[in-house]
């Protein structure tokens, strides 16, 4: 067989792993309905002959299948030292492995275990908050470690699944994934967002009766915010500091840039400077995806691993 090109794209290899309740199971769901083939809760023995397997795969050039691998803090032995240290020894040799974590805030993982009076797999005993503050600290160096954290406490199941899909879908080895979001202050900060710029500066679109029920894609709304006289100059400058970081990013070898134009409630200013933006960027021959994150004018809470929303969305499994 001939030997594979050292250069040529390899298929990676993500860990995935995080908080119990955070939304792991629902990441490789999403995953495995991208084309990932997805192995989960195997004991960390396992793991280390797997991945000593799909090394010699990769290197041999006989697959291009990404594979994604779930680990927890309840595998048998775990210790995510040892994972780091084998992640880093399959790097320094070329292969593309990757580390996705999925977080979500202590208040929220115990809200989730109150409500569905499910035990904390770190705490069969004691109460969840001891539970999680435990695990927290045996997962500390894999969340370190990670390239990827997603936080899912202000999530719907519908935006986990969303975010996997824009992040994974078309990856490959060497690409920078774009993302251009638009968000409402009153709602709090993207938690993964890279550069943040506010729009509360501009004329606010709420306070005209006649454009408060639409929302930034529509041509009114654009008009009026276009009109103030702060805004050409304002979006110039962001545009051109924008376009001029992004090859930066790309020789620093960042996989995903996050975009974020916030304003009040992220239904207006935020998304119609996020459009254009969307616009210039792709105009310059990138490709990115874009997201309102609050443009519909509510916030849904996380549903993942068996946990319900607290008012209203699909169940997953339990």
């Known amino acids: 067989m001939a030997n594979a090109d050292p250069d040529a794209p390899r298929a990676p290899l993500l860990l995935v792993t995080g908080m119990s309740g955070a939304g ?24 280390k ?28 032995a775990f ?40 035990r904390h797999p770190l705490a069969l005993d004691r109460p969840a908050a001891d539970g999680i503050a435990r695990e927290r600290e045996v997962m500390a160096p894999l969340r370190r470690w990670a ?8 999530f719907s199941v519908h935006d986990l699944r969303r975010t996997i899909r824009e992040k994974f879908a078309r990856h490959r080895r060497g690409e920078l994934t ?22 509360r500066f501009l004329a606010n679109p709420h306070w005209q009766p006649g454009l408060r ?52 409630g992220g239904r207006h200013r935020s998304v119609f400077v996020a459009e254009r933006l969307a616009e210039t960027i792709r105009a310059a021959g990138y490709t990115l995806n874009i997201v309102h994150r609050d443009m519909s004018g509510h916030s849904e809470g996380v549903e993942a691993e068996g ?12």
């Open 24 to 47: 792991r199971s629902t990441a490789l769901k999403a995953l495995e309905d991208n084309g990932f083939e997805v192995v989960d809760n195997l004991p960390l023995s396992l793991l």
């Open 147 to 154: 390239d990827i954290v997603i936080d899912t406490t202000d």
């Open 49 to 76: 002959r797997l991945l000593a397997v799909h090394d010699k795969t990769l290197t041999g050039g006989d697959s291009d299948r990404p594979l994604a691998v779930g680990i927890d803090a309840r595998t048998h």
């Open 307 to 318: 946990f319900a929303l607290p008012d209203h969305g699909e169940r997953l499994p339990a």
């Open 213 to 264: 029920p639409l929302t930034g894609k529509d041509e009114a709304v654009g008009r009026y915010v276009a009109a103030d006289p702060a805004y050409v100059d304002a979006f110039e400058r962001i545009s051109s500091l924008v376009l001029s970081l992004i090859p930066s990013y790309r020789r620093e070898g960042k996989a995903y840039l996050t975009i974020a134009i916030g304003c009040t």
């Open 178 to 199: 774009l993302t251009v979001m638009s968000f409402g202050f009153a709602r709090g900060l993207p938690r993964d967002a890279d550069m943040v710029f506010d729009m």
């Open 79 to 118: 210790d995510a030292e040892s994972v780091v240290s084998h992640i880093k020894t399959m790097r320094e040799r070329g292969i593309d492995a990757r580390v996705l974590f999925i977080d979500c805030a202590g208040g929220e993982l115990v809200r989730r275990f109150s409500e569905t009076r499910r």
